[in-house]
């Protein structure tokens, strides 16, 4: 199973939840300060998304956001913010990040079917504070 298949199944099923299982009582999720979306020409690129799918430094954020030409990349406050990052060759991406009562970070998105050439990115920060894991798997140092 590729790795867009995978998510695209996991956001699937997590639509799927039943609304009486979420927890009216926590506040809502905070506006991202990083919200992303665009378009790299160069398919060979997409192999500088971090495998883990965030960025949780500087130095990694500086890295990709030189590599896909980013623009006037955000200051991103690494103690306080991860970067979600998600990749398709799809024309639309939608990315959406939620953090489990566990402190699971997942990587969520969903994209449309219909190849195009090059590929598109979705980059979201999320507040790091409670964040444990990323998908099941530890955190990484870089």
Known sequence: MTRRSFLMLVAFVLALAPLSARD???DP???P???LFGSVEDENLVKEAPESGVIVSAKGWEKLSKAWGI???PKVDFSKELLAVATTRGSKLNLTPKVDDKGDLKVLAVATRDLAPGFRYA???VPR???KTVN???LPKE
């Open 136 to 138: 099941g798997k530890e």
């Open 123 to 125: 980059i979201k920060s």
């Open 29 to 31: 999720p905070a506006k």
């Open 129 to 131: 504070e409670g964040v």
């Open 71 to 73: 623009k006037d990349a």
């Open 24 to 26: 009216d009582k926590k």
């Open 33 to 35: 300060t990083v919200d």
